[in-house]
């Protein structure tokens, strides 16, 4: 486990609050977020946004897929790596401690794979108390300050639609708000964010971009099927099949009753 170095009591104590939960189900099977200074080679997180530096971790990235591969399949794939890194430990935090992490661009290092890809996050430290809890706030750090940035990033060097970024992200935001819910001692704690998936127009008037990223559809079987809206398009990459809820697949798409 990874300590918090030199910080305040309540810092390091939301932040070993957080990595207790990935030693247990329901995530137990996750990659826990790390605190303090890196032990490892990092890149600040604001890189992210430099156009040269972030197009040269893409076209990396791209290029461990073979000689002409599929750019936008590939900065979507390299998208979900990072926007699940980042989202889990976040929402988790807000969710379950009622704590606001510090993931930012600018506040983050990003620890990387060999392809380029997004392995790990380092946080300065364990976060402060949300200052909202008001939905359209208390998301505000992980929604507005990295995630809405990075997408209109990879959206511009990519060509590829935001919408299917959102989508990305979205797939996993749904899941830390089921994962969170099921969590034996915090009953329903998903439910904020659940809401806030199915809220089309956000207070602010704006169209909210991962409204019902994920449907559950009646195909049939004995219990509905967890659906993306929107495809993520990695099947344009060789050897890289449909996932397994992907809406193009024929048998995900919904019974039709006579």
């Known amino acids: 486990m990874t300590q918090v170095a030199e910080l305040p009591a309540h810092v390091d104590s939301s932040a070993e609050a957080l990595l207790a939960f990935y030693r247990q189900p329901p995530l137990d099977t996750l990659k826990a977020p790390a605190f303090g200074s890196p032990e490892v080679p990092t890149w600040a997180g604001s890189l992210l946004l430099d156009r040269a530096a972030l197009d040269e971790s893409l076209s990396r990235f791209t290029a461990s897929f073979g000689v002409g591969a599929d750019r936008k399949a590939a900065v979507s794939i390299w998208s979900k790596y990072h926007l699940a890194t980042v989202s889990i430990p976040a929402l988790v935090a807000n969710l379950l401690l009622g704590i606001e992490l510090p993931v930012a661009l600018h506040d983050v290092r990003v620890e990387a794979g060999e392809k380029g890809e997004t392995v790990r996050l380092w946080l300065r430290d364990g976060g402060r108390p949300l200052p909202s809890l008001v939905p359209e706030e208390r998301f505000t750090a992980l929604f507005d300050r990295h995630c809405e940035p990075l997408i209109e990033a990879l959206a511009a060097l990519s060509g590829l639609s935001p919408k299917v970024f959102w989508s990305n992200l979205g797939h996993y935001v749904e899941y830390a708000g089921r994962t969170c819910s099921r969590h034996p001692a915090f009953a329903d704690a998903g439910e904020p964010?659940?809401?806030?998936?199915?809220?089309?127009?956000?207070?602010?008037?704006?169209?909210?971009?991962?409204?019902?990223?994920?449907r559950y559809?009646?195909?049939?079987?004995?219990?509905?099927?967890?659906?993306?809206?929107l495809c993520c398009v990695k099947y344009r990459l060789p050897g890289e099949p449909l996932c397994g809820g992907c809406p193009l697949k024929p048998e995900n798409r919904p019974v039709k009753r006579r």
């Open 193 to 214: 964010l659940l809401r806030y998936l199915d809220t089309p127009i956000l207070a602010n008037g704006r169209r909210n971009p991962l409204y019902q990223p994920v």
């Open 217 to 229: 559809l009646d195909l049939g079987g004995a219990t509905p099927a967890r659906v993306r809206r």
